[in-house]
């Protein structure tokens, strides 16, 4: 019917189709872009397909050691002054 409307409008050379082309062009587009962004064509729905069901976290927790009345601002084994050692070139 919208067919047969514009080719009727189109041999009378009236504005029909060009004020139809607007809100055609509008909804058309406003499709795409939906369409684009929520992967409606594709297999994989990111949002249904992986859902990922989460626990609570289970743990217990245990006393390792106690340092009290530290004077030190460092700690052994620190290479914050050995930047080449540190830091390794990529080969």
Known sequence: MMLELMVAASEDDSPWVLLLGGPIGGA???WLI???YRNTDKSHAYERDTIIEA???RGSEERTGHIAK????????DNS???RRRVQRLR
Do not use: C, E, L, Q
């Open 34 to 36: 939906h369409r684009y």
């Open 81 to 83: 002054g050995h930047h």
């Open 70 to 77: 530290t004077r030190k601002s460092g700690i052994s084994g």
């Open 28 to 30: 058309a587009t406003y």
């Open 55 to 57: 626990d609570p976290v």
